[in-house]
């Protein structure tokens, strides 16, 4: 088995697999297309970009190299799975020495966590779990095709700003479990989506992300609210810059009590996926070597760790 980076070399192989890829982020397809040749391409050519695409190929047994790629924000402990190919392939074959080889670069850019969405029935999903994937929540994604009509004046949805920081993140942790907050981070250090406030009370946040194909809404929302169909409402009527671009709305299983409210506004359900991780270290405690003062004249050992250091007495 050769494992390497994608490069030029790659390029026919690739169009030959334009359909046969399994997509493994949500927001980036959904929003963006699937961008597996351009994307590809781009890892090659502009490594500093966080898209790295490895291929792992078998010469000898004249089988087709399986492709698997990954993205990474600059700076993220987390590393995106974006898609492995060729579909038909990902079953049978062995997949250790790609994601190995994926595991080791992510490792080399400072991640600590690795992760996947995946539909159960997908080609991809129990070669990944065999890998050391864990499964830490599952989502529904709702896709809303048209306009939503209503008076949105009515809710009070509006652009987060840096003083909205604190309490989304004070709701994202009574909200969020702790199994999801371990592997993956607070939306974001800067937010980018929109609060609802009753009161003195934050009651809902929806983070964005924007691409050409469609929109992505990911939202937390306090399950204290009472009419909950209108906030949902209000919420998709003041998404800025929709223009006729779908709106997909990701509800995780610990927010399950938001699909009947997104199904009566007229959403359309794809079926559920597996979201995964696979952690790439883990903390421990070390011990740490500490200089000594010298003590009656003495002179200890100046990498002598303190923590087995002795006193002896005569």
């Known amino acids: 088995m050769i494992t390497r980076p994608f490069d030029w070399r790659d390029i026919s192989m690739l169009s030959r697999y334009r359909n046969q890829g399994v997509y493994?982020?949500?927001?980036?397809?959904?929003?963006?297309?699937?961008?597996?040749?351009?994307?590809a391409m781009l890892s090659s050519l502009a490594p500093g970009?966080?898209?790295?695409?490895?291929?792992?190929e078998n010469n000898e047994d004249g089988e087709e190299p399986l492709i698997g790629q990954a993205i990474q924000s600059q700076g993220s402990p987390l590393v995106q799975m974006t898609f492995l190919a060729p579909r038909p392939a990902l079953a049978g074959r062995d997949l250790s020495t790609l994601i190995e080889y994926m595991v080791a670069q992510a490792g080399e850019r400072g991640a600590l966590r690795l992760l996947a969405?995946?539909?159960?029935?997908?080609?991809?999903?129990?070669?990944?779990?065999?890998?050391?994937?864990?499964?830490y929540s599952r989502q529904r994604i709702w896709k809303f095709k048209h306009q939503i009509n209503g008076d949105s004046q009515t809710i009070s949805w509006r652009n987060a700003t840096e003083q909205d920081n604190i309490p989304v993140r004070a709701l994202y942790n009574n909200i969020t479990p702790g199994l999801v907050q371990q592997a993956e981070n607070f939306p974001a250090e800067h937010l980018r989506g929109?609060?609802?406030?009753?009161?003195?009370?934050?009651?809902?946040?929806a983070e964005f992300k924007y691409g050409h194909k469609g929109i992505w809404v990911q939202p937390l929302i306090h399950p204290d609210i009472q009419n909950l169909t209108e906030i949902l409402s209000g919420l998709l009527q003041n998404i800025h810059n929709r223009y006729a671009r779908p709106v997909y709305v990701c509800v995780r299983t610990y927010q399950?009590?938001?699909?009947?409210?997104?199904?009566?506004?007229?959403?359309e359900s794809a079926p559920p996926q597996a979201v995964m991780v696979k952690h790439l270290a883990a903390t421990s405690k070390q011990t740490r070597p500490y200089a000594i003062h010298a003590l009656e004249g003495g002179r200890p050992e100046v990498s002598a760790p303190i923590a087995h250091s002795e006193t002896n007495h005569t």
Request: aromatic share 12%.
């Open 194 to 205: 929109m609060v609802y406030w009753k009161g003195d009370n934050l009651l809902g946040y």
């Open 117 to 135: 969405d995946v539909e159960e029935h997908s080609e991809a999903f129990e070669p990944l779990r065999k890998l050391g994937f864990a499964i």
């Open 24 to 39: 493994l982020y949500s927001a980036l397809v959904l929003t963006r297309g699937s961008l597996l040749i351009p994307s």
């Open 256 to 267: 399950s009590w938001l699909d009947a409210a997104l199904e009566e506004l007229g959403a």
């Open 49 to 56: 970009m966080g898209v790295f695409t490895s291929v792992c």
